[in-house]
């Protein structure tokens, strides 16, 4: 493994330079412009992974292809980790807050500003270079290997389910790594024990048949935004809590355990609103930041759209407002029954005379870790050796679906290890990761890989 | 008279084709791009103005030019009839609504299709072909004229109270006409007893710097867009009244007769409902339909935006919202009160913790007819006459801000003589004007100037 870890160090600039080639290829993958560049991510990717010593193969998919590597070298007796991440990435827009070109890496202060950088490209090519650090120069692992890039994670991963179920055998692991997420704040490494599920809906009123004016009509006719603006405001209570009826029932009370340890994380609330240049905190009374982001659901406005909203006034009564609104779920709560509660919610507030159309977009169950004290010990052992710091344990509050998926359909456990930073803007402008990171994270996967495969 | 409504009869087919080549000038005073067709417009229409036999000027005001024309040949004795209209234009927007091309006038089914063909192009220019008719070969009219042609009406008439002011002996008038409005219903013509008041706003929410990802921040963070959708719902109550506290303090209580004489119109709430192709009626209980547009005022959202309302689904949490809302308001209400009460209901209902702006845009003074039983006589027999139907008393529920000023500066009463039709698509796609009405109007006009130069 000292060797593995030395070959790392000589060949950082190297390492580097691919990583800023590999964030160079715009894969979008919602924006159907992109597909050349998406499958393009895919091949070089592929290329990539099969030089660091894994057989590769792209695998297609209805859309974005999977690429799939293996290295079985540690023989059928050996535990095998699953590593996943995915070469897909968020749209860049709005282009004109960028501070550099999302898709021409800049580093500056030690970080690399680039649409990719930490979620996922970044992090999943970590992989791909401690892999070929553990098996350059005929160096074998005690584990065997299996790498799943997906390229459709930021549209949902549609076809990802089918994918593992079809490829079950092939993909069967005693554990599951992934790294897309951040730690918990810098020189702090960390675990995740949760993720928050995701629930995402569009709203479509509609009063009339076009825009009408609203002095001839005003007053007469619904006007759809007033009522979705109503509907909106129906989803809170003045607290904070969400009003749709039995929202809450499936959400798990967490153990004592878990809130002590919460509580007992170095987090300064301040400093998280200053970080983010926020006027103030919100969100549920009775729970802590953390908690809020982590233990509990929300219910967001993500997006609402009605009328004129150019420059100056125009005395209009819209005839159609439309709105996009998500609910982060925690456990045991699942997308479709909050579905249910929404419609009923929904049947019952929406004003007379408005016609409400209820869309859904992807969702994902949420997640809480399931992994044993072995892996476990085995991650933070592999972190506190790499980062010089004992990790801590800390949840999250965004969704990683699959994770869920990994666990069911392949009953393996999964291990979340991420490397980026807290506020690395991972869906904004400027998205970014540290360098730092990028090598001391290298060596902590050589270090997993070995810890893993430990009797 | 007889030769002038046979001199108006013959030169019907010019009069159209002047009309069309009128409407043909993209004057939209909102758009500085549209700056020079503007003034390409009240050249075009002075010049036009001056062939009838008036004295024609061009004044400047600060953005866009006045046409004043005069003809005194009455003499200093006779009653003097102020004509006001507008020759700028509302933008065409969303062009892709249009049957045809908003600047390129087409006939269909006896309606001329143009953005100003009814508001107000179409209008102003009937009294200029009316005086032509009245003027030509000699004739001579018992009033003398003045006619006011401003191009910033779209825009809230910002140059033109000072205008008044400024032209105020040469303004002077025993009666203002103005056409901008429509009839009651097809055949129907109408005069009109009131307008309704403007108060327009733009409401801007701001949370944190940028757009932050909602599973990161969401719970914790507060939401403009939520809050925005807060404020607005709470400007009304269930039942449709507006909940801002005072905001009916000033609200006249019409007299029964208005009140009977409206409900005695003929008026189908259903076919209103349906020619808007809307999904029902609104509004405040306890009023009529027509009560609701005219003498009731509205609150209503014109336009909202926040985050991301594009394709499918982006996990976003905004950083910031903006709405415009508007408030039609009703004797004896004042944008400046209206105002001053919004802005002490937002600092009890803004969230804690969102910085919330209020802007004002152009509002004007609502206006109750107190034109005189002569003067509506006059006009009650030409319209008879030109219409072969005695016209009804009609409200309003758009806004014509000058009437009240020329009231108050000139103390000149308004006659309100509109021409066009109930959904003509005044500030909307595919704006309509009956061809029919443009020459019984011409005709209509011509006998007006006679009645109200009578003893």
């Known amino acids: 493994m ?29 924006k159907s412009e992109h597909d050349v560049d998406t499958r393009r991510a895919a091949t070089w ?49 709005p282009l004109g807050e960028w501070s550099s070109p999302p898709f021409d890496p800049e580093v500056r202060d030690g970080k690399v500003f680039a649409r990719g950088s930490a979620d996922d490209k970044g992090q999943i090519f970590m992989h791909v270079k401690a892999l070929e650090a553990a098996l350059a120069d005929g160096r074998i692992l005690p584990v065997n290997i299996v790498v799943l890039a997906e390229g459709e994670e930021e549209i949902g991963s549609p076809s990802l389910v089918p994918f593992v179920e079809k490829y079950k055998q092939r993909l069967a692991a005693d554990v ?60 809170h209570e003045a607290d904070g809590r969400i009003a749709i009826k039995g929202f809450y ?9 878990t809130r002590a340890q919460i509580s007992n994380l ?46 100056g006034a125009k ?43 209820l869309l859904e977009h992807h969702g994902g169950l949420p997640w809480k870790s399931d992994v044993g004290g072995r892996l476990l010990e085995a991650a933070a052992t592999a972190l506190e050796e790499a980062f ?11 969704s990683i679906p699959i994770v869920v998926e990994f666990e069911r359909i392949l009953g393996s456990p999964a ?8 506020g690395a803007n991972m869906h904004a402008p400027d998205e970014w990761f540290p360098l730092e990171h990028f090598e001391k994270g290298i060596g902590a996967l050589v270090r997993l890989y070995g810890e893993l495969g430990k009797k």
Chains 1, 2 share one sequence.
Not at 9 to 22: H, N
Not at 325 to 351: C, G, I, M, N, Y
């Open 176 to 235: 599951v790594v992934i790294s897309d997420s951040a730690m918990f704040q810098e020189g702090l490494p960390s675990l995740l024990f949760s993720l928050r599920g995701l629930a995402y809906f569009e709203l479509k009123a509609r009063a009339a048949k076009t825009d009408l004016h609203s002095g001839a009509y005003g007053g007469a006719i619904p006007n759809p935004g007033t009522a979705l603006a109503r509907i909106i405001a129906s989803f």
């Open 388 to 398: 010089g710091t004992r990790p801590v344990l800390a949840g999250e509050g965004g």
């Open 45 to 93: 990717l592929a290329e990539n992974l099969s030089r660091s010593g894994l057989d590769v193969e792209v695998l297609e998919t209805p859309k974005h292809p999977v690429v799939l590597g293996e290295w079985r070298g540690a023989g059928a007796d050996a535990p095998t980790v699953l590593i996943y991440g995915h070469y897909d990435v968020q749209p860049a827009d």
């Open 415 to 422: 291990l979340l290890v991420g490397f980026a930073l807290p």
């Open 266 to 311: 170095p987090f300064d609330e301040d400093d998280f609103r200053r970080n983010v240049e926020a006027t103030a905190l919100a969100g549920e009374s009775g729970w802590s930041v953390l908690e809020r982001l982590w233990i509990r659901p929300t219910c967001e406005v993500n997006g609402f759209l009605t009328g004129y909203t150019g420059e």
């Open 2 to 30: 000292g060797d593995a870890l030395k070959y790392a160090t000589r060949e950082r600039a190297r390492f580097q330079s691919e990583l800023f080639d590999f964030l160079r290829i715009p894969s979008v993958s919602a």
């Open 315 to 357: 005395t209009v009564l819209p005839a159609r407002a439309m709105a996009k609104v998500s609910f982060r779920l925690v456990p045991d709560q699942r997308p479709e029954r909050v579905r249910k509660l929404l419609q009923a919610h929904l049947a019952e507030v929406t004003p007379p005379g408005i016609e409400l159309e």
């Open 249 to 257: 029932d499936d959400v798990l009370e967490w153990d004592d355990q």
